[in-house]
């Protein structure tokens, strides 16, 4: 808690884009402004804070871009605020416009990013919590990730029609980079004959008789879910082996970036307004070095080196459910 008041707000975004995160610029932008602080749109991430590309918000400056997907302050990964040559760079442009707090949305890379610089210059910081991938501890979901996973649902559903025309077993691999939020939840609501996630050891063998035996029991098609992340592989490399031990040919399909564009979902917009709120409302309040997370319908603030230093929690029982109703 720190009760010197802040005077300037920054706010950016880091790591990979997810859909909402225009909405979460609005509303810290917009409730920067309704408690009489400055707030400045830091581009391009932690890159563009090194190298000053920051610009004074204003209310109408975040017109019209709720229900954008992507990000239009843009974002990026970036190697140099790795360095404390690069922080100290980033530090400095704060200074130049009066910065003294920042909102930043984004998901593990960009928090790592935050711990760094709070111990360095005490520089106060919230998180917002966005990313596709759902893997931040200290909220029920990240903004991003139900677009991403209704992005994805779609996809399923149409490869459902073709499979299903062609008697044909696909593979489909969805991302998560090494979490399996999005598989799992695609994969029950898709209605997916077997779902494997980076959470639970995949058992090719066991794999290649549940294929077999639901062909046998004359399902007409068959569809795989795969999370980035997965230890047997990634689409090709877990058809390959399946084609190997059945003789059982696939198609493989990649979904990728696709979900991480498009129009980002109510619940997303809804999450990314709430959260983008009282993420300045607790950082006038004095708060800092936290995210500001959703539990429960609750806005819950953890320490933002938990958020991804302790594992949030999957429920792995679904994965029984979804074989059992596949059958
Ligand atoms: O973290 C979001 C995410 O889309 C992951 O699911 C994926 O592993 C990664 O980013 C891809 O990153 P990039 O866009 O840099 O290829």
Redesign the pocket.
Known sequence: MNNQSISNIGVFTS????PGMNAALRAVVRTAIYHGKGVFAIKCGYDGMIDGEIEQAGTRSVSNIIQAGGIVIKTA?SERFRTSDGRKQAFESLKKFGIDGLIAIG???TFRGCVDFYKEYKVRIIGVPA???N?LYGTDFTIGYDT?VNTALDAIDKIRDTSQSHNRFFIIEV?????GF?GLETGIAGGVESILIPEIKTDVNKLCSQIRSLFERGKTSNIVVVA??DDAGGAYEIGDKIKQKTGIDYRAVILG?I??GGRPSAKDRLLASKLGYWSVKHLIDGKANVMAGEINGKIVLTDIEDTFGKKKPIDTNALEMAMVLAC
Do not use: K, P, V
């Not at 991302?175 to 979490?179: C, I, P, S, V």
């Open positions: 790591g990979g884009d997810a990964r998901g593990d890379g990313t596709i991938d893997d991403a991302m998560g980079r090494d979490a999005i980035e992340g970036h979900q991480r």
